[in-house]
């Protein structure tokens, strides 16, 4: 009895080994519902995001209980919808607008935390969102912003506090948002990072996107990084008027 039960742990550790799982994650600006030809229609966003079907989706420019958009809290309701867990978290000063990352696994914690400026500027308070969440057992760790409009500097500084964070827990990670900055610069304003830890999910996979305007896409300025660790599938825009940006997908796949 002995030996068949040591020979059903080491099938099970075998079987185990190399186990894999494939995930689908989105950032989209979704711009409160205000498409790209200037006619406001929530429901737009939300048949966006039901074709997609992400796993894990982050969102960006998000209202909750706005007057401009009909009192709706848009993250409750696009996770009422798509049958996930949501955080939402206020930006810019405001208690009604801000970021939200959900996912369709089970969250372990969610916090926000504003995003440091340099000195010298003086602009609208950024944040971000880090989210963790049990994938098939595996923590994954995912970070949702939508950086300054104050170039280079300010998204650098807002990039830097990210990595440290990450720093202090790193694990599978995934930073993803409206970064206001084409990826030439973007690469080049936390170099170690780039280097050591993290890659852009279309770059890796020699892929040029084009994310804003939705009408006529040029510069990309919504990225998905990923740790080094994750293995790319592909990754790729969807087209839709809902938004001025397109939202960007991700598929990848964690090693569990």
């Not at 099938?11 to 979704?30: D, E, H, P, Q, R």
């Not at 996107?209 to 599938?233: E, H, R």
Request: net charge negative; glycine share 8%; charged share 20%.
């Amino acid at each position: 009895m002995r030996k068949l039960f040591f020979t059903l742990v080491v099938l099970l550790s075998i079987l185990s080994m190399g186990a894999t799982v494939n995930l689908k994650i989105t950032t989209y600006n979704i711009r409160h519902g205000l498409g790209v030809d200037n006619v406001f229609n929530f429901q737009r966003v939300k048949e966006t995001i039901q074709k997609i079907n992400p796993d894990i989706l982050i969102l960006n420019e998000v209202d909750q209980g706005n007057a401009r958009s009909g009192d709706v809290y848009q993250a409750k309701e696009i996770a009422a919808l798509m049958g996930m867990e949501y955080y939402f978290y206020a930006t810019e000063g405001k208690t009604n607008y801000g970021i939200a990352v959900l996912s369709k696994y089970p969250v372990i914690k969610a916090e926000g935390f504003n995003l440091p400026q340099p000195r010298f500027m003086k602009a609208v308070q950024r944040g971000c969102i880090n989210m963790i969440v049990n994938v098939c057992g595996k923590e994954l760790s995912i970070y949702g912003a939508h950086f300054g409009l104050g170039g280079f500097q300010e998204v650098q500084k807002e990039l830097e506090e990210i990595y440290k964070r990450y720093q202090n827990n790193p694990i599978t990670s995934v930073i993803g948002g409206d970064f206001n900055l084409e990826w030439a610069p973007l690469r080049s304003t936390v170099p170690q990072m780039f280097k050591s830890d993290f890659k852009s999910s279309n770059h890796s996979i020699g892929k040029d996107l084009y994310t804003i305007p939705a009408d006529s896409p040029g510069p990309q300025i919504d990225f998905l990084l990923v740790t080094n660790d994750v293995i790319v599938k592909d990754t790729y825009t969807y087209d839709s008027w809902a938004s001025d940006h397109l939202p960007v997908i991700a598929e990848i796949e964690l090693e569990l």
